[in-house]
């Protein structure tokens, strides 16, 4: 039952400490976003099955998440985070290959120059003996090979001398003409590299939930699976779980005044039934199980990404030593926390409570000798 | 004509230029935002970020001590879901104030027999907790569903305990009050009988509305502070002290307004002690806490905590001046209810804007990590570059 744990700390079993004499094994999520490809099946399938409304069609003007992130409406939610990096040890594209790297710099000389690849193409003949690589008019219209400079072309060669070049050189020219290697157009920031991080959020269901301490009627409660659930029929929207978790999880539903956010399916638990989310999902980026065996398999998965040189791969929510207790759903993710919109290191603010009712203790004792100092030292 | 040492279309080594910017080895380009995309467009535009009122930096701003925080999010979203609590709530927290503050002072006043002092108490202890509990109710999701509240007594909810000491104080303030009606009640009969009575019966539930006022003036601190709201849950040791002495003053305000002046003794120095002990703890709160105490500066809740400062501090030295002034004394105790209730409005509102912005809580959490040490690894690599992180060969095998 209660013990000096209940509130922070290590804790093995949350269900029996919430008084659960046999209580099955917890149960959780180990959401892979290595795997995730933000198709959102797991939103939908949550909708469908909890009948949680629709949540507003937005368009935030932000990556491709329109949902924006979790709330009364949205159970689940798939982050959609944009970067200027490789994934992992990915190199710039045909950097290996004997024809060298992807044109990039080339094909953006190529469009700085104005040329139009099409019309140039069909009138040189590509490829053609005696025609003129693509590659070489957008070099020299461009004043040389970008800005790298020093690679020897003629900045100043005018379209006569280049004429005459190409005549000489025809009949060496071996191939690989201006074929544009397939990179994509820089941004406007001349980024090319970039990656895409999805991540598929939920409610951690932690092992100390301050939604769960904090709520007045006794709405939330724990589960015998250890998962954390709101009753819809006693919630009477009073809002303290929404300000106590620390991951901005749970939410009012402003047409509803009641507190909503993910049951982990509890219907389909107590079936032996899998989760809608964790069931659609067809990448199994989420899984769901027994929360041990979860944690086995995310540190082997961890361990699988850095050997194949993912270093950034990190699990997430997985320590029952952090400030929640750990998470009943946990991630690895492919870079910081706070990028995913999650908080780097979250604590159960009942943690400090008993610290907070003895400062408030020595606070009202003070009154109280505040008011009889007043009484007796009245002028 | 220059030479051209290469033959065209045959290029053996990839020239310099086109190296591309994420290549083995090769930093990452510069300027280049963590979070990257639209929020690196967005952010290097300076949206989502602070800005600083009017430009200027006035003494105190702590953005003047504390730098500015570099941070990574999610397109600047908030971490944080802001408390769905109204303005209610923040009045709540002054009511529950006064109400405990004057029944403090009308059980004093009871005892030294000072009876003008003591009704205009008792009735601002009632109208005030009255008030009190339609607030609380109002803000509710469901208000016709409030007695949900009374089916369970739970200690780790501040919110569930102050139910219960709501409960207690309530009815107690409450026939402290309906005791004043005595002297317009018959004197004989059963009526005659009730007005005598009424005097000892006031006393009693008098002094325990006294007895249970300071848990009703204090508990608010740590319900507040009992939350994930970083400007709420650091200054927990603080926030007490602050409720407290803001509670007795508003309470000696009360009666410094309503008591006549030869009753006003006791409120005159309470206001002076609660004024003090809210102003102390109030600075603690504002700036112990770094980047957290920020929204106790900046903005509304930053005006209007400058605001109930300077009022308190009038009420106070009206207490200690206005002695032998009706008008003053008055005047000096509408000054402290108005800083009390200014005070718990830009306490409430620094709350919620601690919520809005991400960096107050990924900031002060990552300060946290990297103390402990955790990460120390990981934020060497952060710091010498992101793009090393994933690109060095030579760390991997």
Same mark, same amino acid.
């Given at each position: 039952m209660v013990s000096a744990n209940s509130l922070s700390g290590r804790l093995e079993d949350p269900a029996r400490d919430a008084g659960y004499v046999d209580p099955p094994p917890r149960k959780g999520f180990f959401t892979d976003t290595s795997v995730c490809i933000g198709c959102k099946a797991c939103e939908v399938a949550c909708k469908e099955w909890n009948a949680v409304p629709e949540d507003?069609?937005? +368009?935030?003007?932000?990556?491709?998440?329109?949902? *924006?992130?979790?709330?009364?409406?949205?159970?689940?939610?798939? %982050?959609?985070?944009?970067?200027?990096?490789?994934? *992992?040890?990915?190199? !710039?594209? &045909?950097?290996? %290959?004997?024809?060298?790297?992807?044109?990039?710099?080339?094909?953006?000389?190529?469009?700085?120059?104005?040329?139009?690849?099409?019309?140039?193409?069909?009138?040189? =003949?590509?490829?053609?003996?005696?025609?003129?690589?693509?590659?070489?008019?957008? !070099? /020299?219209?461009?004043? *040389?090979?970008?800005?790298?400079?020093?690679?020897?072309?003629?900045?100043? $060669?005018? %379209?006569?001398?280049?004429?005459?070049?190409? $005549?000489?050189?025809?009949?060496? &020219?071996?191939?690989?003409?201006?074929?544009? !290697? #397939?990179?994509?157009?820089?941004?406007?920031?001349?980024?090319?590299?970039?990656?895409?991080?999805?991540?598929?959020?939920?409610?951690?269901?932690?092992?100390? %939930?301050? @939604? +769960? /301490?904090? @709520? #007045?009627?006794?709405?939330?409660?724990?589960?015998?699976? *250890?998962?954390?659930?709101?009753?819809?029929?006693?919630?009477?929207? @009073?809002?303290? @779980?929404?300000?106590?978790?620390?991951?901005?999880?749970?939410?009012?539903?402003?047409?509803?005044?009641?507190?909503?956010?993910?049951? +982990?399916?509890?219907?389909?638990? =107590?079936?032996?039934?899998?989760?809608?989310?964790?069931? !659609?999902?067809?990448?199994?980026?989420?899984?769901?199980?027994?929360?041990?065996?979860?944690?086995?398999?995310?540190?082997?998965?961890?361990?699988? +990404?850095?050997?194949?040189?993912?270093?950034?791969?990190?699990?997430?929510?997985?320590?029952?030593? /952090?400030?929640? =207790?750990? /998470?009943?759903?946990?991630?690895?993710?492919?870079?910081?926390?706070?990028?995913y919109g999650l908080p780097p290191d979250p604590v159960v603010t009942t943690r400090d409570l008993p610290s907070m009712y003895k400062h408030m203790a020595v606070a009202a004792g003070a009154m109280v000798l505040g008011v009889v100092a007043a009484a007796v030292g009245r002028r | 004509m220059s030479e051209q040492p290469q033959m065209k279309g045959l290029r053996p080594e990839p020239l310099p230029s086109q190296a591309t910017p994420h290549q083995a080895g090769q930093p990452d380009r510069p300027g280049t935002d963590p979070v990257g995309g639209q929020a690196a467009r967005m952010w290097s535009a300076g949206m989502g970020r602070r800005r600083q009122e009017g430009g200027k930096r006035r003494r105190g701003d702590v953005n003047a001590v504390v730098p500015e925080a570099e941070f990574r999010s999610y397109y600047g979203r908030a971490v944080l879901k802001p408390p769905v609590w109204e303005h209610d709530i923040a009045y709540y927290l002054f009511t529950g104030g006064l109400a405990a503050g004057s029944s403090m002072l009308g059980a004093v006043a009871n005892l030294r027999g000072d009876v003008g002092a003591r009704r205009g108490l008792r009735l601002t202890a009632l109208g005030a907790v009255g008030a009190s509990a339609y607030f609380l109710i109002a803000d509710l999701g469901r208000p016709e569903r409030f007695y949900q509240m009374l089916r369970v007594a739970k200690p780790t909810s501040p919110m569930s305990v102050g139910t219960w000491i709501l409960s207690a104080y309530g009815p107690l303030a409450g026939a402290a009050a309906v005791s004043e009606v005595a002297p317009l009640l018959p004197r004989h009969g059963v009526l005659g009988l009730a007005r005598k009575v009424a005097g000892p019966a006031g006393a009693l539930a008098g002094a325990g509305a006294a007895l249970t006022a300071p848990l009703l003036a204090t508990y608010t601190a740590v319900l507040f502070a009992d939350t994930a709201v970083p400007s709420w849950h650091e200054p927990y040791r603080e926030l007490p002290f602050v409720f407290a002495g803001s509670a007795l003053a508003s309470g000696a305000g009360a009666g410094m307004l309503l008591a006549p002046l030869a009753q006003a003794g006791t409120a005159r120095t309470a206001a002076v002690i609660g004024a003090g002990l809210e102003l102390t703890a109030a600075h603690r709160m504002e700036n112990e806490h770094g980047l957290v105490s920020e929204p106790f500066h900046t903005g509304r809740p930053g005006r209007f905590l400058r605001t109930a400062r300077a009022l308190t501090l009038a009420g106070a030295a009206g207490a200690v001046l206005g002695r032998r002034s009706r008008l003053l004394s008055a005047a000096a105790g509408a000054s402290l209810l108005a800083g009390s209730l200014l005070t718990r409005v830009a306490v409430f509102e620094a709350g919620v804007a601690s919520t809005k912005d991400p960096k107050y809580v990924v900031v002060p959490q990552r300060q946290r990590l990297r103390d402990r040490g955790a990460l120390e690894q990981e934020d060497h690599r952060a710091e010498d570059g992101g793009a090393q992180q994933h690109s060095a060969p030579e760390t991997r095998t």
């Open positions: 507003g069609i937005d +368009l935030l003007g932000m990556s491709y998440d329109n949902t *924006g992130g979790l709330g009364a409406d949205s159970w689940r939610a798939v %982050a959609f985070i944009e970067q200027s990096r490789p994934v *992992g040890n990915q190199t !710039a594209p &045909f950097a290996s %290959a004997a024809t060298g790297h992807s044109a990039e710099q080339l094909q953006q000389d190529t469009v700085a120059a104005g040329i139009d690849v099409f019309d140039e193409a069909s009138r040189l =003949g590509t490829g053609v003996p005696g025609g003129q690589p693509l590659a070489d008019v957008a !070099a /020299d219209a461009t004043g *040389g090979c970008g800005s790298g400079g020093g690679c020897g072309c003629g900045t100043q $060669a005018s %379209a006569t001398t280049r004429a005459s070049g190409t $005549a000489e050189q025809g009949e060496q &020219f071996l191939g690989m003409p201006g074929m544009l !290697a #397939p990179a994509a157009l820089p941004d406007r920031d001349g980024r090319q590299s970039m990656r895409w991080l999805m991540m598929s959020n939920v409610c951690k269901h932690c092992t100390h %939930a301050a @939604c +769960l /301490d904090v @709520c #007045p009627t006794g709405s939330l409660f724990r589960t015998e699976f *250890g998962t954390v659930v709101v009753q819809e029929d006693i919630c009477n929207g @009073c809002g303290y @779980c929404v300000s106590a978790c620390p991951y901005g999880v749970i939410d009012k539903r402003e047409v509803d005044g009641r507190a909503w956010k993910c049951t +982990l399916c509890y219907d389909r638990l =107590g079936e032996g039934d899998t989760p809608a989310c964790a069931k !659609a999902c067809p990448t199994e980026s989420i899984q769901y199980g027994d929360l041990d065996e979860l944690r086995e398999r995310a540190e082997n998965r961890r361990q699988q +990404l850095h050997d194949v040189g993912v270093t950034e791969a990190r699990l997430y929510g997985h320590d029952p030593d /952090d400030g929640v =207790g750990g /998470d009943g759903a946990f991630f690895l993710l492919l870079d910081e926390p706070e990028v | -």
